[in-house]
């Protein structure tokens, strides 16, 4: 399919969805949004895929919504349209693994976009940040809900309320990503992550993402008997066979999905 601000490559099992629209920092703007749901809804349908990236240019994972788009528009016209409520819904809703590869300014709605993949792994040269309070508003797409859960209250508010940028080493260290790498390698190594889950057996990435999404949902005791129940009906499969099996066979799995 044709995108005009998104650009999707599929190599091998690895889908990775490249923000296009680079005379706008990737600023996601509605027709953004939509694509990338698009694309993530096909990626989901093609077996072939089995992980997928998303991504920016070296300068802008993404410089925050489109601020151009928004700023003539009035709360009736924000209210009406859901703005960016089921463009949202849509990339969470994706069950097959996200990693978002950043590089460069994740800013506002792009910090948001990060934070609704799976993990996130930045580059050196990555800057999150939520200054929506300089344009007299607040987050809209998880800034205050996701980051707190995963920086905190204190770093949460402090980045919130000053719209602060936190450079990448700080983001590590505060939980916000999971690595940080050189920015030159940035896409090798968001590549190599994305092939390791490929190997994996399918129906254990999804429960496995499943229960993780589930500890923000749920009671610590309701989590663990999800996550315990999970893990039972993971022996009616053959890949649980074959991977105990091939544990104890000294060697490497090979998972059919079934
Ligand atoms: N929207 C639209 N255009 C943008 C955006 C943006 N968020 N960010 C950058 N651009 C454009 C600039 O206007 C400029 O275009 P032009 O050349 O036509 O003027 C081009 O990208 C390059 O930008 P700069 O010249 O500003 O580049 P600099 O290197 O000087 O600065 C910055 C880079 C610091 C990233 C700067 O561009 C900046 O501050 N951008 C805005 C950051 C921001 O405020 N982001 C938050 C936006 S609001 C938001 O994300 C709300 C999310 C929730 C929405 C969902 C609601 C339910």
Redesign the pocket.
Known sequence: MAYETIIVEVEDHVATIKLNRP???N???SELLRELGTALAEADRNDKVRAIIITGSP??F?????????SEKSYVD?YMS????PE?GAIVSTRKPIIAAVAG?A??????LAMMCDFIIAADTA?F????I??G?I???G?TQRLTRFIGKSKAMDMVLT?R?MGAEEAERSGLVSRVVPAKSLLEEARSAAEKISEKSMISLLAAKEQVNNAYETTLAQGLLSERRAFHALFNTEDQNEGMSAFMEKRSAQFRDR
Do not use: S
């Not at 993404?62 to 928004?70: L, P, R, T, Y």
């Open positions: 005379d706008a920092l600023a996601l703007n300068k802008a993404a410089a925050g919504a489109d601020i151009k788009e928004m924000m859901d703005y960016f409520g949202g300014y800013l506002g709605g792009g910090c948001e800057k940040g939520q200054p929506e300089n344009l508003v987050p809209g797409l800034g719209g940028f």
